[in-house]
């Protein structure tokens, strides 16, 4: 059974530093940086799929006239001379993703992909090595959902602790493009629980539509259902506690 996660602020990244590399799970990281990039540059994404920028210029296609025969339209490349400001800047922004993709990787993984040009060739290969091919990714895909068939609270588990393990699961489900509707989500968490949450969960069921609550709204109900259930029994041990000191100041 597999633990959460423990990240680091740093290695989350932050508005100015990427995420550290992760190639223990690898899809998370893309995900982050994926919305890093987005972030620093909105059209990076773009470029990532499709290739940089490439700078051209297009002559028309001339007609045939009675003295010349017709031109086809030609595209040839622009000279560094002619380039303008928004070429240079589109130019440009296959720099900026290449040197934020190369902030990310740690020394050993950098060295894989340093004679890369473009910055779609460096993140095409990053996803080859660590995301695997079609089979792979398959296999990774069934071993989550099994993981989701099988979820279950730990023995000893805190309820805090059993819903951020699920969630991450379903973070990590998500990543890999496979969504459980909401009602799916809840009614799993809720026959995951322990014996004792059975009939705060039946209660649940009876009194709300679970196809129109969160997973972050079950969460918080249960929380504050096991919070004041804490509260009433310390109120009830400390009301005896009390009781039995009176009785022991009585007798002396």
């Known amino acids: ?44 994404p773009y470029f990532l799929e499709h290739g940089p920028y490439v700078p051209t210029s297009i002559v028309p296609a001339v007609a045939a006239t009675s003295t010349t025969p017709a031109a086809p339209e030609r595209t040839f490349l622009k000279q560094v001379s002619n380039l303008t400001d928004e070429d240079k800047r589109l130019v440009n922004v296959d720099t900026k993703a290449r040197s934020l993709i190369a902030m990310s990787l740690p020394d050993e993984v950098f060295h894989s992909i340093s004679k890369l040009k473009t910055a779609k060739e460096i993140w095409d290969t990053l996803c080859i090595q660590y995301e695997g091919a079609d089979a792979l990714i398959e296999s990774k895909k069934i071993h989550l959902i099994r993981q989701y068939e099988k ?96 009785k022991k100041m009585e007798k002396t």
């Not at 990039?37 to 909105?42: F, H, K, L, M």
């Open 1 to 44: 059974m597999a633990n959460p996660p423990k990240h680091t602020y740093f290695e989350s990244g932050s508005l100015a530093k990427p995420p550290i590399f992760n190639s223990d799970n690898f899809p998370l990281w893309k995900s982050r940086m994926e919305l890093f990039v987005s972030g620093s540059d909105p059209q990076i």
């Open 151 to 246: 979820f279950i609270a730990a023995k000893g588990e805190t309820l805090a602790q059993t819903h951020q393990r699920f969630n991450c699961l379903l973070i990590d489900l998500k990543t890999y493009g496979i969504v459980y509707s909401n009602s799916q989500v809840i009614t799993k968490l809720m026959v995951a629980l322990p014996e004792y949450w059975e009939t705060y969960t039946m209660c649940l069921k009876m009194s709300k539509d679970i196809k129109t609550i969160t997973l972050s709204e079950l969460y918080g109900m249960m929380l504050n259902h096991e919070q004041t259930k804490s509260l009433k029994t310390n109120l009830i041990r400390d009301t005896k506690d009390d009781a039995k000191d009176l």
